[in-house]
């Protein structure tokens, strides 16, 4: 029953990504082998918030359901586990060390027409690969487009599924 509560809880605005050795948390081998990165959610931050608790639900069940595809985790962080104490949730993922596409574009400005092209072809690879899980994200921006690793060379992943659904075919 408590447990029930609070996962139902566990559905914050407060949250703080951070970089963790991943020998400390998480038990899936993948996690394990590079770094992670730990979202922590305050539950008390919860209580009177039902649409957070709905949109962190929305990205729980859609990274679970993302991660049962080995494909989409070239595109998407994958979620490890959840963790959850009587003050916080703690979800691991997968840490992108890149910077935002946002972050790009306001320091470089406009994106060269051949950097873009690329950049749509593996968005647009992802949704369908999404789609075809039955996940719609419905937030696609360039603040939640994370490039995988430093450089502009390296491959996008989409992340912050709060605000996506998920369909029963």
């Known amino acids: 029953r408590r447990r029930a509560r609070a ?16 020998p400390q948390v998480g038990t899936s081998g993948s996690a394990r082998d590079k770094p ?9 931050a ?19 359901r993302a991660a049962q595809s080995p494909s989409l985790s070239a595109v998407t962080p994958t979620l490890h586990e ?3 104490t ?14 935002e596409l ?10 060269p027409p051949p ?4 950049l749509m072809r593996q968005l647009l690879a992802a949704l369908a690969e999404l789609h075809a899980l039955d996940i719609v994200h419905r937030d696609i921006k360039p603040e939640n487009l994370l490039y995988a690793c430093p450089g502009e060379d390296s ?6 599924f709060g605000m996506g659904e998920t369909f029963t075919p």
Not at 36 to 44: M, Q, S, T, Y
Not at 155 to 160: I, M, S
Request: aromatic share 2%.
């Open 7 to 22: 996962r139902a809880h566990t559905h914050a605005c407060s949250c703080t990504l951070v970089s963790a050795p991943p």
């Open 36 to 44: 992670v990165a730990l979202k922590e959610i305050d539950l008390g």
């Open 46 to 64: 919860l209580e009177e918030d039902e649409e957070a608790l709905e949109m962190l639900e929305a990205e729980v069940v859609a990274l679970r």
């Open 82 to 84: 959840v963790l959850c």
């Open 86 to 99: 009587p003050e916080e949730l703690v979800l691991v993922m997968d840490c992108v060390a890149g910077c």
């Open 102 to 111: 946002f972050e790009l574009i306001d320091q470089q400005g406009a994106l």
């Open 115 to 118: 950097v873009v092209c690329a």
């Open 155 to 160: 491959a996008l992943k989409l992340v912050d």
